[in-house]
C-alpha cells in the first residue's frame, strides 16, 4: 500500500488492494468499470498520493484551469461590458469582475481598472450553469490584498497548476528560504499564474526561474539552489 503512494497510476490498473474499508479514493476524472474492482482513467496518467488517515487521490499535471469557488487567481482584464469587466483566468470562458466588487466603489466612484491590467482576485461563482463572477474584495468588503497588481513593475509568470499547489504548500521551504536572501513580492494564483516583483529586474528573473526549476526538487535541493542563487547575485 505504502509503497504505490508517489508512482505513476496507469489506466485500468487494479487498485481495490490499496483502499480499505476506512479509505476514502477521490477523482472527477475516474471510475469504477463493471466488475467493480478496477478504476479506468478517462483523461490521463495520475501520481497516486496519500494523506492521514486513510484518503488516496490522484494527482495530475493538468495546464487548464478549473474555477473553484474561492480560489485566489490572477487575472488580465480584457475588455469593459457595461457594469462589469470581462477577465481571463485562463480558463474554458472568460470570467465576469462587476466594479462593485472592489474596496470603496460605488456607482459613482467607480474603481481605476483599464483594459491589459493584471487583477488579484477571488471567485465568488464557480459552477457549470453560472457565468464565473470574481471580487476583489473579501467578506466584510475589505480588499485584503485583492485588486489591481503590477502597474509599478513585475513579471507575470506561467507554470503548471500542480506547481503552485506545491509552492502554496506548508511544507513546501522555497519562498521563505527566497526570504532570506532577497526582499520581493509575490502573488500566486490558483489558476497557474504568479506575478513577481523584486527590486531589480535581475533578481525579479532570478526569482523567476527558482520558481520554475523547484517543481521537481526536494525541499534539500530548494534550499541549495537559492543559496548558489543569492551567490550568484552577488555584485548585481
Known amino acids: 500500500m505504502v509503497d504505490s503512494v508517489g508512482k505513476v ?4 490498473e487494479n487498485l481495490t488492494d490499496l483502499l480499505g474499508s476506512d479509505s476514502t479514493f477521490e477523482s472527477s476524472a475516474w471510475s469504477r468499470n463493471t466488475t467493480g ?3 479506468s482513467d478517462r483523461v490521463k496518467t495520475w501520481f497516486l498520493k496519500f494523506k492521514e488517515p486513510n484518503i488516496y487521490w490522484v494527482d495530475s499535471f493538468q495546464k487548464r484551469y478549473i474555477p473553484q469557488r474561492g480560489d485566489s487567481v490572477i487575472g488580465i482584464i480584457t475588455t469593459k461590458a457595461g457594469d462589469v469587466f470581462r477577465v481571463d483566468v485562463g480558463a474554458s470562458e472568460l470570467a465576469t469582475l462587476p466594479y462593485l ?3 470603496s466603489a460605488t456607482k459613482r466612484n467607480r474603481p481605476d481598472v483599464k483594459v491589459g491590467d493584471i487583477v488579484y482576485c477571488k471567485f465568488l461563482v464557480a459552477n457549470k450553469d ?3 463572477e470574481l471580487v476583489c474584495i ?10 489591481v497588481i503590477g ?9 503548471p497548476i ?17 526570504g532570506k536572501n532577497l526582499k520581493y513580492e509575490v502573488a500566486v494564483g490558483m489558476n497557474g499564474r504568479i506575478w513577481i516583483k523584486c527590486h531589480t529586474v535581475m533578481e525579479t528573473i532570478a526569482v523567476a526561474n527558482a520558481i520554475s526549476v523547484s517543481q521537481h526538487m526536494t525541499n534539500q ?10 551567490d550568484s547575485l552577488v555584485g548585481f
Open 138 to 147: 473579501d467578506g466584510s468588503g475589505k480588499s485584503a490584498g485583492l485588486g
Open 130 to 132: 453560472m457565468e464565473p
Open 221 to 230: 535541493d530548494i534550499q541549495k539552489m537559492c543559496s548558489q542563487m543569492a
Open 9 to 12: 497510476v496507469l489506466p485500468g
Open 37 to 39: 474492482d478496477r478504476f
Open 151 to 159: 502597474r509599478d513593475g513585475g513579471m507575470l509568470l506561467q507554470v
Open 162 to 178: 500542480n506547481l503552485v499547489q506545491k509552492v502554496l504548500s506548508p511544507e513546501c521551504v522555497l519562498f521563505k528560504t527566497l
Open 101 to 103: 466588487a472592489f474596496e
